[in-house]
């Protein structure tokens, strides 16, 4: 299993710039989760999806942050326009609500707004 | 949401065994204990997850009491690769998204040798 994958790993970009981080779910799995973490704020739940539908965005921080899951293999979490405060490591999870509730975390995005 | 309170840090010595307790007053009956890990650079990792009584797994155990308002993850006899940081969480994903698994703040976990 290539468990979740996520791209792109660093990515530096300038402030205004739109940034789209893509993420490949475990195969099979029903759940997933976008999580940003930061020093200041620790691991925050941005947005969970149950079968392609977003189902809480209640933590996606402002309008500049939209999240798509088109099918079950596929989301895209993107900041339009970025700014230096979202500099963060940006994790992708899924899970497999169907037997049980771990959640498999791909490895990040490092993102850098300058 | 069922809030979990764990230590900030600890440190402990290669060959110790360390454990880690996790306060969650108010979980919830269909609730779930889960305990991650988390290495500099790298996302979470399921390390054990359990409901009540001791679980045990290659890499660790956990004990729950009866009331289930706490929880102890035990780490035996631990190497400097264990230096990580150790998440508890509470909570069942359900297909009604009636739950968020929220992490806290961790305890970041120092091994010396």
């Known amino acids: 299993d290539a468990g979740v994958i996520q791209s792109p790993r660093h990515e530096v970009t300038e402030m205004g710039q739109e940034v789209t981080l893509r993420c490949k779910p475990i195969s099979g799995h029903n759940s997933l989760f976008w999580y940003r973490q930061t020093m200041m704020r620790g691991l925050e739940l941005l947005i969970y999806f149950n079968n392609n539908v977003p189902i809480d965005d209640s933590g996606m921080p402002e309008d500049r942050f939209s999240a798509k899951m088109p099918n079950a293999s596929f989301s895209t979490l993107k900041i339009q326009p970025s700014e230096p405060r979202d500099s963060a490591v940006y994790f992708c999870a899924s899970s497999d609500t169907n037997s049980g509730n771990t959640i498999y975390f791909g490895e990040g995005s490092w993102l850098t707004v300058v | 949401l069922a809030k979990t309170t764990q230590p900030i840090s600890m440190d402990s010595y290669e060959g110790q065994e360390v454990n880690i307790t996790c306060s969650h007053n108010?979980?919830?009956?269909?609730?779930?204990i889960t305990w991650y890990q988390q290495f500099p650079s790298q996302g979470p990792r399921f390390i054990i997850q359990?409901?009540?009584t001791k679980v045990t797994n290659e890499v660790a155990s956990l004990f729950i009491p009866a009331d289930r308002k706490s929880s102890t993850l035990s780490l035996p006899r631990v190497s400097l690769s264990d230096t990580a940081v150790y998440y508890c969480?509470?909570?069942?994903?359900?297909?009604?998204?009636?739950?968020?698994?929220?992490f806290g703040s961790g305890t970041r976990l120092l091994v010396r040798p």
């Open positions: 108010n979980i919830a009956t269909n609730d779930y």
């Open positions: 969480l509470v909570g069942v994903i359900r297909m009604d998204s009636s739950y968020k698994l929220i």
């Open positions: 359990g409901y009540k």
